[in-house]
Structures are given as C-alpha cells and as structure tokens.
C-alpha cells in the first residue's frame, strides 16, 4: 500500500438486518437505500465504498443524519462488522483480525473521541485521563506523568482532581480529548465530536485540534455534519448520501467543483472567500503595466485578497508561491465573481 496511504477502503457494504448476506445481490445490482427496505425490510449503512485515507492528514467525513458518516468510522476499529469488503491499515486488513489482535489494534493503534464525551462519572479528571493507557498496561506515576502533560496541553491544569459533573460541556471534551492524546496511538477518531458545544466553546475546540496537528500529525478521521467546520479543519473531505460516497477531495476541490447535484445544494450557501485560496482561482492572464497591483500569497484566501487589493486601492493582485515566484493573477472581475453570494460552479 502507498506509504502516503494510512487507511485503505475497499468494497465496503454493511446492510443492517438479520439476512444481509442474502440481499447483497440487490445491493450490488444498484437497489436504492429506500427500495432495499421497502422490499426486503433491510437498511443499507454503507454501499461499497472505496476510499483511501491519508496519512498524517485530518480527514472529514460528513453528511446528514443517515448517510452513513458514523456507520464508516465504527468500521475502522470494528465496532461494526461489515456485510463485505476490506479496510487495510498498515498492511493488515481489520476485518480479518482475530480476536486478541483486535484488541490490541484497538488498544495500540486508534482512539476515539465521542460526542457524548463518554466520562465515568465516578473518577476525576486525571483518572479519566489515564482510563486509556492504563488498558495499554502503563499505570502508576509513568502514567499520571503522561496524562499531565496532555491535561495542562488542553488547559485543564489544576482540573485533575475533579469530577466530570463539575465541568461544563467543552471542558468535559478537553477531557476526552486528553484522554485520547495521552494514549499516543497513529489513529485519533473523532465522531460528532464537538456538535454538542456551543458556538464559541466548539470553535476554540476546533482551533484547538488544529494547534495540536500542527505538532503532532496524527491520521486524524473527524466525522461532523457541519459543512463549515469540515471546511474549517479538513485536509480531505468525505462526502457521504444515503450510504454511498458521493465525493471524496480537498475543501478547495469540493466547492469549485462539486461532483454531483447533492453536493450542490450542500455548498452553494458557504462564504467561498472564507475558505477558498488565491492558487484554486487564480488565471494566467497578466494585467497590464499600467494597472496598481498588490502581491498576495498563494495560501491566502480571497479575504486576504479582497482586503489586500482595497487597503492598496489596486486594481488586480499577483499571486506568488513560497519561493517568491509569480505563479497567477487575480483582478477586481475575479474577485467579485467570487465572493458574489450563492455561486457555484456546477
């Protein structure tokens, strides 16, 4: 498997129902989601998908409720068993594991951070914290020294000796989170994890994990249904609709060229200068020698631009890479035509 490859899905279909071995067939010869269980009382979760995960990359799936998003992630760690296909990590398919390697896959390889913040009530902070490397066998003062590290990252330092009932929600969440980083495993999964936060406290939280990728560059999967904060944190996105994956790509790629309809409709009402870069919209046309200009960088989104552009009264901008090369040009027109409200290329 390429190295750049952390996660490898292949064929992967999971019908829930106490036959779905006898109505794959259906499935595989292209039956709906809605047919399915109309005529054979079975649900479709997941319709073979193929889908490869980066490594080191904070890859989102999303979708609304019932496309599939957390069905996929509990694949991972095989807290549910597939109906057919295959999910290779590190060289090893999940699904063929046995028991004890499973455990210990479970234990080594991944963790996990709930929406539901997932605390045992009766333990402190720090005893949560450490629940996770105390099951890898580490315990005592090597485990509490690990735990405090992680703790004080998250800014919970002073917060070890109380109990999840004495926390508010976001702080409840640094907890999980601690709890997951402490257990220093290549696979951090994150279902919903911040969808029960309020506005301000889930974006310090996605603020937060993307300070702690820049250090850490873990294969990070984030499942959410917010479209803004799949753009906001996202290397890669996953786009799911009733069990199939619709488009799997960069946030630049997925809202200048959306792959279907759904994906549309899903897009068409996010502020595209927010998120979209000088070099995904950029063209080689030159302007003349006698039009103002201003240099931007190629990573700097179309807010920069546009307030670069009006704080110089220019009338265009060069864009530049990291090395000083000129590598395109936006002027006034470009601009405009981006930020006007609802535009989307079909």
Not at 20 to 26: F, M
Not at 144 to 155: L, S
Request: glycine share 6%; proline share 3%; hydrophobic share 40%.
């Amino acid at each position: 498997m390429n190295e750049d490859i952390k996660i490898k899905i292949s064929n992967l279909t999971k019908i829930f129902g106490p036959n779905a071995k006898s109505v794959l067939k259906h499935v595989e010869n292209g039956m709906s989601k809605d047919d399915l269980l109309k005529k054979h009382k079975h649900v479709l979760g997941l319709s073979n998908i193929n889908l490869n995960l980066k490594n080191k990359n904070i890859e989102v799936i999303m979708g609304l409720s019932g496309s599939g998003k957390s069905t996929l992630i509990r694949h991972i760690n095989r807290l549910i068993e597939p109906t057919t296909g295959s999910i290779m990590i590190g060289g090893e398919d999940v699904i063929q594991m046995a028991p004890e390697q499973l455990r210990q896959f479970r234990q080594q390889k991944t963790a996990m951070v709930f929406q539901s913040f997932a605390l045992l009530p009766h333990k402190t902070v720090m005893d949560n914290v450490c629940y996770g490397i105390h099951l890898q066998g580490v315990a005592g003062e090597e485990a509490e020294k690990r735990a405090q590290r992680w703790i004080d990252r998250v800014g919970l330092d002073g917060y070890e000796d109380r109990y999840p009932s004495q926390l508010s929600g976001g702080m409840q969440q640094r907890v999980g989170l601690a709890r997951a980083l402490t257990c220093d495993t290549e696979i951090l999964m994150m279902d919903e994890a911040f969808s029960a936060l309020d506005p301000l406290i889930r974006s310090d939280m996605q603020d937060l994990l993307l300070e702690l990728q820049s250090e850490l560059h873990k294969t990070v999967i984030f499942i959410t249904h917010d479209l803004d904060e799949a753009l906001k944190i996202g290397d890669q996105i996953a786009i799911l609709n009733g069990g199939q994956l619709i488009q799997h790509g960069t946030p630049q790629e997925i809202l200048m060229h959306p792959a279907d309809q759904y994906v549309t409709d899903f897009v068409k009402k996010v502020n595209r200068s927010h998120v979209l870069h000088a070099e995904s919209v950029m063209t080689d046309v030159k302007p003349a020698e006698s039009d103002k200009k201003v240099v931007v960088k190629a990573n700097d989104t179309i807010d920069i631009v546009l307030g670069e552009v009006l704080r110089s009264h220019a009338d265009c901008a060069i864009v530049k890479d990291d090395s000083g090369a000129e590598v395109g040009y936006l002027n006034k027109l470009d601009i405009a035509e981006i930020v006007r409200p609802a535009h989307v290329d079909a």
